[in-house]
């Protein structure tokens, strides 16, 4: 007698053996799945507004200029290591939009605001992936309310900068970034280097973890060049892209086994730009390797560096920051009440200290402005 529910198989009418169950060898390690909103949707109920798409779009061009050397400003991105508030990101944009005004001749100040973390290890991997700090992972709620907090600080007239880590979020708010980085741990990554390609927005490849820097002059290469892979469309569907390669790509130099942000390195570094034959020009990070993640030495970095900048040096066309309301971190522990505006990642400047580092640098560029 033919079993009617063969264990082996799934059976399809009229055929015994007609789909094969996989169970048993596919998706083994899945413990769930749950529906993702389609980034068309969230796009139509979190619309981009005339005045902030306007805003991305001035802030882009003045970017690339800067970048092509038609812009003597610095590109000055400055923020939190990582959003895990927005209430208090969107403090700390009032008081960065509002600092801007007497900024604006000598810098182009972009808000950090860095929804995804990549770990070493495990551990809170950002706003987007755990938006409520509990590891609920409501990532649907998380994208929401990134887009959300992009669209009121765009509304200020502050642009943002983030790092894309996740190779389908950019479908969800790429519309609303102004740059854009890849870390260092992913520079490599040729999945990253396609998507940069095909972003509208400036990217910052980061050194190798190691420090060093040809890996990321390769990424400037390739992400300066056409591409056609695999990715995720507005509605959600699975698609091939071909993108046209973006040529408003640069490298960071963000220290590795020793800071790279001194006068040799960034010799060192113009030398391998030199030889790839791309433009010899780097933006340098004050935290991560080159501040031993020591968030007050961020202010002798950038004291050095703006003592070059006000000697002539034009290569340096930017600098980063991580830089909160208040000095330091903390760590995240169930349970147990967060402290205002300090950091949940890495630490951070206060915003005192880095309202001075503001205006030392804006100094620094009109003193080589007057200098010729």
């Known amino acids: 007698m033919t079993r009617i529910d063969d264990p082996r198989h799934d059976s399809e009418a009229g055929r015994a053996e007609a789909t094969l169950d996989t169970t048993r060898i596919d998706d083994t390690r899945i413990a769930a799945v749950r529906a993702l909103v389609s980034p068309a949707v969230l796009l139509e109920d979190l619309a981009v507004t005339p005045a902030v798409e306007q805003l991305v779009e001035q802030a882009r061009a003045d970017i690339a200029r800067v970048l092509r050397g038609d812009d003597d400003?610095?590109?000055?991105?400055?923020?939190?290591?990582?959003?895990?508030d927005s209430a208090q990101a969107l403090e700390y944009a009032a008081r960065l939009h509002?600092?801007?005004?007497?900024?604006?001749?000598?810098?182009?100040?972009?808000?950090?605001?860095y929804f995804e973390k990549p770990r070493t290890t495990v551990g809170w991997k950002g706003f987007i992936n755990d938006p409520r700090l509990d590891g609920s992972f409501r990532i649907n709620e998380g994208l929401r309310r990134a887009r959300e907090l992009l669209l009121q600080i765009g509304e200020m007239g502050l642009p943002a900068g983030t790092e894309f880590l996740d190779l389908l979020s950019p479908q969800y708010f790429s519309?609303?970034?102004?740059?854009?980085?890849?870390?260092?741990?992913?520079?490599?990554?040729?999945?990253?280097?396609q998507l940069a390609s095909g972003l509208s927005c400036p990217v910052g490849f980061k050194n190798g973890t190691d420090g060093g820097v040809q890996v990321a002059a390769d990424a400037v290469v390739a992400a300066g060049a056409p591409h056609a892979s695999m990715g995720m469309t507005k509605m959600g569907v699975a698609a091939i892209f071909e993108t046209r390669g973006n040529a408003d790509c640069h490298v960071i130099l963000r220290g590795g086994r020793q800071p790279n942000y001194d006068a040799a390195a960034v010799d060192a570094a113009c030398e391998v730009l030199r030889r790839a034959g791309?433009?010899?020009?780097?933006?340098?990070?004050?935290?991560?390797a080159n501040s031993s993640k020591q968030p007050l030495r961020q202010i002798e970095v950038a004291?050095?560096?703006g003592r070059r900048i006000a000697s002539g040096e034009r290569r340096i066309v930017g600098v980063m920051v991580e830089s909160h309301?208040?000095?330091?971190r903390q760590e995240l522990r169930a349970g147990q009440a967060l402290r205002e505006g300090v950091s949940i990642t890495d630490a951070c400047l206060g915003w005192e200290h880095s309202l001075a580092l503001l205006h030392d640098l804006a100094a620094c560029v009109r003193a080589r402005r007057a200098g010729g």
Not at 278 to 288: A, Y
Not at 325 to 328: S, Y
């Open 278 to 288: 791309l433009r010899e020009q780097v933006m340098i990070d004050c935290s991560h």
């Open 98 to 113: 509002e600092a801007r005004a007497s900024l604006a001749d000598a810098l182009l100040p972009v808000m950090r605001v």
């Open 303 to 305: 004291a050095d560096i």
């Open 175 to 193: 519309d609303l970034i102004a740059w854009g980085a890849i870390g260092a741990r992913t520079t490599e990554s040729q999945s990253h280097r």
């Open 325 to 328: 309301l208040h000095e330091g």
């Open 73 to 84: 400003r610095l590109i000055v991105v400055i923020g939190p290591c990582s959003i895990h």
